[in-house]
């Protein structure tokens, strides 16, 4: 599991839709997360992957604000990815936060998609 293998062994990752995860990221600064992001786009595309097409890694990282559900974290989640795929894919964009919370957990959603 590639991804998994990228970032920290206290992310959680999940697999969320075809091309689509999801990583969270526990008592983790939004500065933190985009570096792990970051670190894990670069680990991927150098990655061997052999006989498999390489792809491209767009994604949005957001930091949970205080009292904020994480349906309602995900979401801004998604925005940011968003952000990454319509800039050019291949990329890691943030969702600032406005009153995080202390000791909070960070979002990274991305999605991959094979390149042409």
Known sequence: MLLADAVPGS???????????????PDTALSTALLVASLARSRLAEADLGDLPTFTFSAGVAQRQAGE??????????????RAKAAGRDRVEAEPSRDMALH?????????????
């Open 11 to 25: 992310a959680i990752v999940a697999r969320t839709g075809g091309e689509e995860f999801v990583v969270l990221l």
């Open 69 to 82: 559900s994480f349906i309602a974290l995900k979401r801004r989640a998604d925005l940011a990815t968003y």
């Open 104 to 116: 909070s957990a960070s979002v990274v959603r991305l999605d991959a998609a094979r390149q042409r």
